[in-house]
């Protein structure tokens, strides 16, 4: 949890007069970052922060690591649709330079996801080069309601956050509850895959599988050892022989579906492979933020449809409704589970 201090003092070299009060915090990788105590313009680092500030705050959000398309805007509020594309700090794809960083005029930047001296470094960095407070959040899925309750804190939305917080540990104490009624039969056995060809996945421990281990399945690729994401061939996957197959994109789902390397694997006869939903984040991964909450529900329904009998179609409305603060119509939740059992 965020730790906060209310001082007087001076924040960093041009970015706050003396006489503006700041806040001392310590982030989720123990830094001490000087914050102002009011926040009303966030840059952020990556697409897990941009989906967090999103459903938290959406008039502070100072634009899109990527911008939506127009089959994603449709379930986006209207007053963020058009934002600019300020590009991603972290990560293989970084695209924004500090100085753009600095002529967007952020109270903070704000990045969510894996904590370790890579994105520590990354944080000190372009705090010391812009003068602006980069705050660090774990986003790791246990963290959830704890995460969304401290960056409310953060950034003056704590009514919010805690409703939004709340959600989250009653779907994550239904689940437990009902996962505990299960008989010690072994665990589905899952493998996820990444991209047209299938062949990215995460290790055991990597933030973009961790619902996996949520819901009560394993990870098939969890065998190769911990770790974040990486490449694996079909003859492995094969030799997994995993019961379900979760694919990211659907060219990868079609290509199991009809390449004959793949038919022997018992998840393929048995037509378990399943496409998440993906408007407007992602429910499974794409990013690994709190859009998952909803990837769980559907996993819960997928998986166990027995012990979770409640209408999904109302489930999915009321969880935009809170969380992306939209009103989908029939044919809109129709569009996202369309082809899902």
Do not use: C
Not at 97 to 110: E, N, R, W
Not at 128 to 151: H, K, N, Q
Not at 206 to 212: A, C, F, Q
């Amino acid at each position: 949890m965020m730790k906060f201090l209310a001082v007087l003092a001076l924040a960093f070299v041009g970015l706050l007069p003396v006489s503006v009060q700041a806040r001392i915090i310590t982030d989720a990788a123990g830094r001490t970052v000087s914050v102002p105590d009011k926040i009303n313009r966030i840059v952020v680092a990556g697409p897990p922060a941009a989906v967090l500030v999103y459903v938290l705050a959406p008039e502070k959000l100072a634009g899109w690591v990527h911008a939506p398309d127009d089959a994603a805007k449709a379930y986006l509020m209207p007053s963020v649709q058009a934002l600019p594309t300020v590009g991603r700090l972290t990560g293989k794809g970084g695209t924004i330079s500090t100085q753009a960083v600095m002529d967007t005029k952020p109270d903070i930047i704000l990045d969510a996801g894996t904590v370790d001296p890579t994105y520590k470094a990354l944080a000190d960095k372009v705090q010391v080069e812009t003068g602006i407070p980069y705050v660090l959040i774990d986003g790791s899925f246990a963290r959830t309601a704890d995460t969304l309750r401290d960056v409310g804190a953060l950034i003056g939305v704590g009514d919010r956050a805690n409703k939004l917080a709340d959600y989250v540990d009653s779907t994550v104490k239904d689940l437990n509850d009902k996962l505990a009624t299960l008989p010690n039969d072994p665990r589905p056995r899952v493998y996820y895959g990444r991209g047209a060809d299938g062949l990215e996945t995460g290790l055991s421990g990597s933030i973009n599988l961790e619902i996996l281990d949520v819901v009560g399945t394993m990870n098939v690729a969890a065998a190769v050892g911990k770790g974040g994401l990486t490449k694996v061939t079909p003859q492995q996957i094969v030799g997994w022989n995993p019961d379900i197959i979760i694919a990211d994109d659907a060219n990868f789902a079609g290509l199991v579906k009809s390449d004959p390397q793949w038919a022997a694997i018992k998840a393929v006869k048995d037509g378990k492979v399943f496409v998440p939903p993906s408007l407007p984040f992602g429910w499974f991964d794409s990013p690994p933020g709190v859009n998952r909450l909803l990837g769980v529900r559907w996993l819960e329904k997928l998986l166990y449809p027995k012990l979770f009998r409640s209408n999904f179609t109302d489930d999915v409305k009321a969880f935009y409704k809170l969380f992306y603060q939209v009103d989908l119509t029939d044919d809109q939740v129709a569009t996202l589970l369309k082809g899902l059992k």
